[in-house]
């Protein structure tokens, strides 16, 4: 099970800290990213990290702003966002995939959590 937290209103040029608790199966054992989905438009990736944290990844949209870590004592994956864009404004899903590549294919991940509402204000 995978529960999103964190998300809100806020200003563009502001910050969010996204956090994605995991439960039912050993969190190293998987890759974790972060998705997000905007009324309208197609699912996209924002963030991916290998099972160590060894490795991330993100898409040109979000590199620079967005920050992926994992805590696997803590069974959490966090998603630091930063200057914040009113572009940014979407529902944010963690996925969990038991690959060991920080994956942009939503495909490779098995577990998604509910979603968190994040909404930037111009």
């Known amino acids: 099970q995978l529960v999103e937290s964190g998300g809100g209103l806020v200003q563009a040029g502001g910050s969010l800290r996204l956090s994605c608790a995991a439960s039912?199966?050993?969190?190293?054992?998987?890759?974790m990213g972060w998705f997000r989905q905007a009324p309208g438009k197609e699912r996209e990736f924002v963030a991916a990290?290998?099972?160590?944290?060894?490795?991330?990844n993100y898409p040109d949209s979000v590199k620079g702003r967005f920050t992926i870590s994992r805590d696997n004592a803590k069974n959490t994956v966090y998603l630091q966002m930063n200057s914040l864009k009113p572009e940014d404004t979407a529902v944010y899903y963690c996925?969990?995939?038991?690959?060991?590549?920080?994956?942009?294919?939503?495909?490779?991940?098995?577990?998604w959590g509910q979603g968190t509402q994040v909404t930037v204000s111009s």
């Open positions: 996925a969990a995939g038991r690959v060991n590549i920080p994956s942009i294919n939503p495909s490779h991940y098995t577990y």
């Open positions: 039912g199966q050993t969190f190293s054992w998987f890759a």
């Open positions: 990290i290998t099972r160590s944290g060894d490795r991330t």
